[in-house]
């Protein structure tokens, strides 16, 4: 397996060090590949679409797709350019604005948390370093790969430009310990997931759905006092990026709950109303409904089951209907 990683990662390199131009060359055979001749998750992405804009005509969600996956090959060019890109050239490309409100939470020894989404390109954030005042410590939360190599090859590009890579087990750990040695820090938290079914303790509407959201970051926001922002990105033309900071909050504590959670998805929503080919429609955001989680969920225990089926499930619930 080593091997195999020492192959991969050079060959990651070598594609890497290539001009921006070739990479978007690259990009464009790729798409005509996996959406022309493949169809990559294309039905995901279809209904996806469809019933996130019911108000848009056909012709119009296929024009969406279409850029949808255009966006998504260069997405996946520049991950590839961020292992060597230079520091300069990353400036140009992925500009940050109203950074000015994060660094004067910084000179008082404040932290920020920092929601965004899969939305336009969120590997370049990690070059925020290059734009905050060096008194802060600027980091993700990421999920680790399971497979070791491959993990730490996206560790390193992730981390080349300052930033550090906090493993999603470990946030409130090591938030509490960079408060304890007083070293402020700006936390970017990718919070459009899917949650776990025991992980659903919110619903709110988000694109024309009844949607399941995480609220880990309000919560972790709540605990450490943490500034709240929202990073609203655009995308200016290929290969640049503007990302503008949107104060949510200064005190978490004094929010009602769920209601920074419900702000994000609302700011969040407005992003990509504004340009929806640059979300990342191939997830398949809700594959978890409602009425599947009432099925899950026993209220005299107050445990969510997540092994048995929902044919199980429900079957399970007509006989308690009966013998009531």
């Given at each position: 397996?080593?091997?195999?990683y020492?192959?991969?990662?050079?060959?990651?390199?070598?594609?890497?060090?290539?001009?921006?131009?070739?990479?978007?060359?690259?990009?464009?055979?790729?798409c005509v590949?996996?959406?022309?001749?493949?169809?990559?998750?294309?039905?995901?992405?279809?209904?996806?679409?469809?019933?996130?804009?019911?108000?848009?005509?056909?012709?119009?969600?296929?024009?969406?797709?279409?850029?949808?996956?255009?966006?998504?090959?260069?997405?996946l060019a520049?991950?590839?350019?961020?292992?060597?890109?230079?520091?300069?050239?990353?400036r140009?490309?992925?500009?940050?604005?109203?950074?000015?409100?994060?660094?004067?939470?910084?000179?008082?020894?404040?932290?920020?948390a920092?929601?965004?989404?899969?939305?336009?390109?969120?590997e370049w954030?990690?070059?925020?370093?290059?734009?905050?005042?060096?008194?802060?410590?600027?980091?993700?939360?990421?999920?680790?790969l399971?497979?070791?190599?491959?993990?730490?090859?996206?560790l390193?590009?992730?981390?080349?430009?300052?930033?550090?890579?906090?493993?999603?087990?470990?946030?409130?750990?090591?938030?509490?310990?960079?408060?304890?040695?007083?070293q402020p820090?700006?936390i970017?938290?990718?919070?459009?997931?899917?949650p776990?079914?025991?992980?659903?303790?919110?619903?709110?509407q988000?694109?024309?759905?009844?949607?399941?959201?995480?609220?880990?970051?309000?919560?972790?926001?709540?605990?450490?006092?943490?500034?709240?922002?929202?990073?609203?990105?655009?995308?200016?033309?290929r290969?640049?990026?503007?990302?503008t900071?949107?104060?949510?909050t200064?005190?978490?504590?004094?929010?009602?709950?769920y209601?920074?959670?419900?702000?994000?998805?609302?700011?969040?929503?407005?992003?990509?109303?504004?340009a929806?080919?640059y979300?990342?429609?191939?997830?398949?955001?809700?594959?978890?409904?409602?009425?599947?989680?009432?099925?899950?969920?026993?209220?005299?225990?107050?445990?969510?089951?997540?092994?048995?089926?929902?044919?199980?499930?429900?079957?399970r619930?007509?006989?308690?209907?009966?013998?009531?």
């Open positions: 397996m080593k091997i195999v020492c192959l991969l990662y050079d060959l990651w390199y070598a594609l890497s060090v290539l001009p921006m131009w070739v990479h978007y060359l690259l990009s464009d055979l790729l590949i996996i959406y022309r001749l493949v169809g990559y998750r294309i039905k995901v992405v279809r209904k996806n679409l469809r019933e996130s804009f019911p108000e848009k005509s056909e012709q119009e969600l296929r024009r969406v797709e279409c850029q949808f996956y255009h966006w998504f090959c260069d997405y520049e991950t590839v350019k961020l292992s060597t890109i230079s520091r300069r050239q990353m140009r490309r992925m500009v940050f604005k109203g950074t000015e409100q994060v660094d004067a939470l910084l000179e008082q020894g404040r932290s920020c920092i929601y965004l989404g899969h939305y336009c390109n969120w954030v990690t070059s925020l370093p290059l734009w905050v005042s060096p008194k802060g410590q600027c980091g993700q939360i990421y999920h680790p399971e497979n070791k190599w491959f993990d730490r090859m996206s390193r590009f992730r981390q080349r430009l300052g930033a550090v890579c906090i493993p999603m087990a470990e946030t409130l750990r090591r938030l509490l310990q960079y408060r304890e040695e007083g820090v700006v970017g938290y990718i919070s459009d997931q899917v776990f079914w025991n992980n659903i303790h919110h619903w709110c988000f694109l024309n759905h009844d949607t399941p959201v995480l609220t880990g970051t309000e919560r972790l926001a709540r605990k450490t006092g943490h500034a709240v922002f929202y990073l609203d990105i655009q995308r200016v033309k290969g640049y990026y503007e990302a900071f949107k104060l949510i200064l005190e978490p504590k004094t929010m009602g709950e209601e920074i959670t419900d702000a994000y998805f609302r700011m969040l929503e407005a992003s990509i109303r504004r929806p080919q979300w990342l429609w191939s997830h398949n955001r809700w594959k978890r409904t409602r009425e599947e989680f009432n099925l899950r969920y026993d209220e005299k225990t107050d445990r969510i089951d997540i092994i048995s089926s929902v044919e199980e499930l429900r079957k619930k007509e006989e308690e209907g009966r013998s009531i």
